[in-house]
């Protein structure tokens, strides 16, 4: 069975600081990789993707690939209490046309 | 761009009647949308592959006699949960693959079965 791994948190981070969250996978044929942040009671929304190993980064985000690890991180830079939420690692076995296997989340807590 | 609606965004019917729900991709078309479901304090879980003239492809465990889905054109999905009981209540999400590799989530409905 196909696991995505996260620690659930709470994470607690100062304004300002950077914010490390992990991601394990079981399945080493996962080839995409997400990241969503999901507010409460609110639907995920994208934040970054990656394919390939190495880092991506858009802003204040870097996303991070070790595929012989089966490990997947994201970077938040400068985090903001706007940064507070639950972010989720979802995996692949192809691409955008095949369904998501989410972890259960890390619970993100910018202190100000 | 990229952006998924659905309708309704909450939902509260009583046990046995049918709810159908919604999945718009607005301003791009989308062969394939996904249904996911969300219990309180879980992660998401795909329940089914949704492919724009075909028939639904069901996750293990998810009764696809009870969880009716539709994909009828390039933009539009819906899903009908049948004969709707309590532990159907949860937060039903869909979304739709966007070239070339990427999924957006629709905002959600909010399902109660009382």
Redesign the interface.
């Known amino acids: 069975q196909k696991e995505v791994e996260q620690n659930s948190g709470p994470l607690s981070v100062p304004e300002g600081a950077i914010a490390s969250l992990n991601c394990t996978y079981s399945d080493r044929g996962s080839q995409s990789f997400f990241w969503y942040r999901q507010y409460s009671g609110k639907s995920p929304e994208l934040i970054m993707f990656i394919y390939s190993n190495g880092d991506k980064e858009d802003g204040r985000f870097t996303a991070q690939l070790n595929k012989a690890s089966q490990y997947v991180s994201l970077l938040i830079r400068d985090s903001q209490p706007s940064d507070s939420a639950t972010y989720l690692c979802a995996v692949s076995p192809g691409g955008g046309a095949d369904g998501l296997t989410f972890g259960k989340g890390t619970h993100l807590i910018i202190q100000p | 761009g990229a952006v998924v609606s659905q309708h309704p965004s909450w939902v509260i019917c009583k046990s046995g009647t049918s709810v159908k729900i919604e999945c718009r991709s607005l301003d791009f078309q989308a062969?394939?949308m996904?249904w996911y479901r969300q219990f309180p304090k879980?992660?998401?879980?795909?329940m089914a592959?949704s492919n724009e003239g075909s028939k639904a492809t069901y996750?293990q465990g998810v009764e696809k006699d009870k969880f009716l889905i539709n994909h009828a054109s390039l933009t539009l999905s819906t899903l009908t949960v049948t004969s709707a009981h309590p532990e159907d209540s949860s937060?039903y999400?869909c979304?739709a693959?966007?070239?070339?590799?990427?999924?957006?989530?629709?905002?959600?409905t909010r399902l109660l079965v009382l």
């Not at chain 2, 693959?97 to 959600?108: C, E, I, L, N």
């Open positions: 062969t394939t996904f879980q992660s998401l879980m795909l592959t996750e937060f999400i979304s693959s966007v070239y070339p590799k990427t999924q957006y989530f629709g905002p959600g």
